[in-house]
């Protein structure tokens, strides 16, 4: 044991990078030394710092809390106080300013792992979807959610006092409860999205090449988690995220309430042309639908329920709008009538 850890520096690295005793930190329950060597071991990088970010956010939604059991962090103990004895380090080593480090510490710990320790003590709760019916979920707040197939919220039985936390994976569509007092921050493997109230839609599938974030009402602050950037959307903005090129891009809309079609299954229009109309089929039921060049240009409003198949759909957009349809090969010709 002695050969392997020969400095403080050693020490360290083997201690501070175990995920399990970082987790001792964010349960608050570190001495003087683990406290003063995780507060060197935060100045260090900003690598660091992410990481610890990244345990809080997830102890926050339950994802450890298999090492929040009291034998366990027993044990852990234990086996550090018999580390520590037997690397013989000089105490004087360790605690020269040793009362300033260990309140800036606890300083530290506090900010990080308030909010977490609320979160984990309140019970964290999941719905998954998986491939059933769009389900529609009420918050403690009373923020709805309607999550989409295939797809996994978590959230806390209760909010904290500061900050209300959800995670998605998957598709959901969000109408935030507004409180300036406490923003709303919804995190995917890829995206975190801070909001106080707003009408959104949220589009993150892990194994996606690409995430978005459509806004339909209020502001959202969308800040990519591998520092690819961040941005403020207004309404009608969609800010896109290319996971394999790391660039966050932000599109502007015309027709943004059909990113959240699937949540309602209805399909509205507003001021929009055929051409226009036609992508938004294309984009709902995945069918490339082609265009006659002689189309017109006249724009058409209104709402299109969504019926499961496009045949279903132009049927019933041809007793508002003049055309004609043909499916032909797996694909859609429209001219005019």
Excluded at 144 to 161: A, D, I
Aim: net charge neutral.
């Amino acid at each position: 044991m002695k050969s392997e850890l020969k400095s403080l520096a050693d020490f360290s690295r083997i201690y501070i990078m175990d995920e399990k005793n970082l987790l001792k930190y964010l349960q608050n329950e570190c001495d003087e030394l683990e406290a003063a060597r995780l507060l060197e071991w935060l100045s260090e990088s900003e690598e660091n710092r992410r990481e610890l970010f990244r345990l809080e956010v997830a102890w926050q939604l339950g994802q450890l809390k298999r090492y929040s059991d009291k034998d366990f962090v027993r044990e852990q103990k234990e086996k550090l106080q018999e580390r520590i004895a037997a690397a013989e380090l000089p105490r004087r080593t360790f605690f020269p300013l040793r009362m300033l480090r260990y309140v800036a510490a606890c300083v530290v710990f506090a900010l990080l792992a308030g909010g977490a320790y609320f979160f984990y003590t309140s019970q964290a709760m999941e719905v998954l979807t998986a491939g059933q019916e769009v389900e529609q979920i009420v918050l403690p707040d009373g923020t709805k959610v309607w999550l989409n197939k295939n797809s996994l919220l978590k959230y806390p039985k209760h909010f904290g006092t500061s900050k209300r936390f959800a995670s998605v994976e998957g598709e959901a569509y969000f109408e935030v409860t507004k409180n300036a007092d406490k923003p709303f921050v919804v995190e995917t493997e890829a995206m975190k999205i801070t909001v106080l109230g707003t009408v959104f839609n949220l589009n993150s599938f892990t194994e996606a090449n690409t995430a978005s974030v459509t806004l339909l009402e209020g502001e959202v602050k969308v800040e990519a988690k591998a520092d690819e950037g961040l941005v403020v959307l207004s309404p009608g903005q969609r800010a896109e995220l290319d996971k394999l090129s790391g660039k966050l891009y932000v599109k502007s809309r015309s027709q943004a309430a059909l990113d959240a079609a699937w949540h309602n299954k209805l399909i509205p229009f507003e001021q929009a042309t055929v051409e226009e109309i036609a992508k938004a089929l294309e984009e709902i039921y995945g069918v490339k639908v082609r265009i006659a060049p002689d189309i017109d240009k006249t724009t058409y409003s209104g709402t299109l329920k969504n019926q499961g198949s496009i045949e279903k759909a132009l049927r019933s957009l041809k007793n508002s709008i003049p055309i004609k349809y043909e499916l032909k090969s797996g694909e859609v010709y429209i001219s005019r009538d």
